[in-house]
DNA sequence: TTAGGGTTAG
């Protein structure tokens, strides 16, 4: 390709910004060869702006070689350097530019390099660094500029601390665009939903940035309603989407509660606002079918990202896979990824090992955690020894499991010692599950499951008086269960089941449909769980209250209303273990429907009928 | 050249 004459500086610097905000390889690339040819590779600004269109289009190898090239970089292409790093290296590599920008090449840091150095600090969540670099900004000539004051108002929101963000904020004598944005992410993303709604009305004009700003903020601190609610709102008013940005926030917020009607309600509208190949939001969709137990769909998802499947599609995907218990899948997956040269990350490890997990492979998940740091230089973290602790423990290599956890390079937390119990408890080792409670009951003594599990432990061995203590101590200790809900969406409708109560209304059918149910068990040799004691209850009630206790409540309706003919879809909080599966198989095989079932371990509040169909076209 | 909005686990 020729450039037709005359070719200014400015068209092109214009033309590399394009290539930066557009991702366009083959042209940044062009002009690289083009500035070479006209000896203007040197002057100011095209280095930097060349090194931000590689680091743009993905082509950091190029970006470092010309940054190599510059023999006296100025302070513009060291801030794009530092960005970059910021970006996508470590906090460690970071620093180790910045202190060459200082002593190499004598740079002091301007506005520029001081907004990227808070950046880097909320990107590595390093608040001792964060408040450091604030004193010298306090201190230096550019104590009032907005964008560095933007910049520590995110790094202290991303750090938990909104109100020493609020405090930064309110420094700020002229309030731009760029800190309002700033303000209303991180009051969202810290949960304060009452201070940035009213922050956000209060702005003259609301783009898509702040609309996003907002709406991811709630999504990702567990306002996934508020999130889809708002983002209704952003439609009526008639913000335009020009980006994948708020659409991922909204479908991950879908995937979140597994509301697969508005999922696809958003994967029609990405598709129409010709969104199809980002990858992104392709990640995100894969992520929301898979959380919607729709795994056919979510793999067609994957499939669809056919150029540049990123790591966090392959890990969506292997995760995906292993929580539907398709341990091959995942394997498999995870050779294709490798082989295809993209290098997996922390996460991968984790999705790989409970994949491993599920299907008892445990020579493979030991494989798998060695070869994170011997092939891939990540360091296992507490995380990955969990997960391999609760590979030995499912598999009842519970010695190997109790070694672990005395050897890891970590101070075991509460889930560590909670899948080693239960693990006792699943294989009958009383004596080790008793040591174990003990660990945990003093680790998290307010903590209702402990409680629990020691109560099981004890009911395993036959130790009554040991159960009514345990159950006397959480009384007198005033803890609760907190209660399961289990929700299912039937049609345009989502309706939410907490255990032991029964809406009024369904009480009858709901009768008649256990019965049913009970009979067909019964056919067929299945002896439900009778553990609990139920005094003084017919037998219908009796019935009634076994599910009731056990969360099968959704079940059963979900068996109802497949009944009248419609779709089921059970989803998320149905603890999917035991005689549970049983009932499952049971439904299906008599509704002759599919029922797909989602375990999950978060809760989730949820309101008949909002959000329902149309609302976002 | 910088800043504010995004997707994967637990």
Redesign the pocket.
């Known amino acids: 390709m020729q450039f037709p004459p005359p070719v200014t500086a400015q068209i092109l610097?214009s033309l590399l910004?394009s290539a930066a905000s557009s991702q366009l390889p083959a042209l940044t690339r062009h002009i690289h060869a083009h500035l070479l040819k006209s000896c203007l590779l040197h002057s100011s600004?095209f280095p930097?702006?060349l090194f931000?269109a590689y680091t743009k289009s993905d082509l950091h190898l190029d970006a470092y070689i010309l940054f190599d090239e510059i023999p006296h970089p100025d302070?513009?292409l060291y801030?794009?350097l530092l960005?970059a790093h910021?970006?996508y290296n470590s906090l460690s590599s970071f620093l180790s530019i910045f202190r060459r920008m200082i002593s190499v090449h004598f740079l002091l840091p301007?506005?520029?390099?001081l907004?990227?150095l808070?950046?880097a600090c909320?990107r590595f969540l390093s608040l001792r660094l964060g408040r450091q670099v604030h004193a010298y900004v306090l201190v230096s000539t550019f104590s009032s500029d907005d964008?560095?004051k933007?910049?520590l108002v995110?790094m202290y929101s991303?750090c938990g601390l909104p109100n020493d963000a609020r405090w930064v904020f309110d420094s700020i004598e002229l309030k731009?665009?760029?800190s309002l944005?700033?303000m209303v992410?991180g009051y969202a993303?810290n949960g304060w939903i009452a201070e940035a709604l009213e922050l956000f009305w209060r702005m003259p004009e609301r783009?898509?940035?702040?609309w996003?700003?907002l709406i991811?903020?709630l999504?990702?601190s567990g306002n996934g309603f508020e999130g889809l609610n708002l983002f209704v709102e952003m439609r009526r008013e008639g913000t335009r989407i020009?980006?994948a940005?708020?659409l991922?926030?909204v479908?991950?917020a879908s995937?979140?509660m597994a509301m697969l009607a508005i999922g696809k309600q958003l994967h029609c509208l990405s598709v129409s606002l010709g969104y199809e190949s980002n990858?992104?939001l392709g990640?995100?969709f894969v992520?929301m079918y898979a959380?919607c137990s729709d795994i056919a769909s979510s793999r067609m998802a994957f499939d669809k990202i056919l150029m540049n499947k990123?790591?966090?599609?392959w890990?969506?995907m292997i995760?995906g896979e292993a929580?539907h218990g398709r341990a091959e899948e995942s394997l498999a997956l995870f050779d294709r990824m490798v082989s295809s040269g993209v290098k997996p990350?922390?996460?991968?490890f984790?999705?790989l090992i409970?994949a491993c997990s599920h299907i008892g492979l445990v020579w493979k998940g030991r494989e798998l955690f060695d070869s994170m740091l011997k092939d891939y230089g990540i360091k296992p973290?507490l995380?990955h020894y969990?997960?391999l602790l609760d590979l030995l423990s499912r598999s009842g290599h519970l010695s190997e499991a109790e070694s672990l956890i005395q050897i890891m390079p970590y101070e075991p937390d509460e889930?560590s010692w909670a899948a080693l119990l239960s693990a006792c408890n699943k294989h009958g080792d009383i004596q080790l599950g008793i040591h174990v409670a003990d660990k945990l009951l003093r680790l998290k003594p307010q903590v209702s499951s402990t409680y629990i599990l020691l109560s099981n432990t004890y009911a395993i061995a036959g130790k009554w008086d040991s159960v009514a203590n345990a159950r006397k101590l959480m009384d007198e200790m005033e803890i609760k269960k907190q209660p399961g809900y289990s929700w299912i969406e039937v049609g345009r409708e989502g309706c939410l089941f907490q255990a032991g109560v029964v809406p009024l209304h369904m009480r009858e059918n709901i009768l008649a449909l256990l019965k049913e149910l009970m009979e067909e068990m019964k056919r067929r040799g299945y002896v439900p769980d009778t553990s609990s004691v139920l005094h003084d209850l017919d037998e219908d009630e009796k019935e009634l209250q076994l599910f009731m206790h056990s969360e099968r409540l959704a079940v059963a309706f979900g068996l109802l209303k497949s009944a009248s003919g419609m779709t089921i879809r059970v989803l998320k909080n149905l603890r999917v273990c035991g005689d549970c599966h049983t009932v499952m198989k049971l439904i299906s095989s008599i509704s002759g429907r599919e029922i797909v079932v989602r375990d999950a371990?978060r809760f989730h509040h949820f309101e008949c009928g909002r959000c329902s169909c149309g609302d976002f076209w």
């Open positions: 610097l910004r600004p930097s702006s931000n302070i513009c801030s794009s960005a910021a970006r301007d506005d520029f390099v907004a990227t808070v950046n909320a964008i560095v933007s910049s995110d991303k731009s665009f760029v944005t700033a992410s993303a783009s898509v940035f702040v996003t700003a991811s903020g999504v990702r020009d980006d940005f708020v991922s926030s479908v991950s995937a979140d990858m992104m990640n995100a992520d959380k990123c790591v966090v599609s890990t969506t995760v929580q990350n922390e996460i991968t984790v999705g409970y973290s995380k969990t997960c889930a371990n």
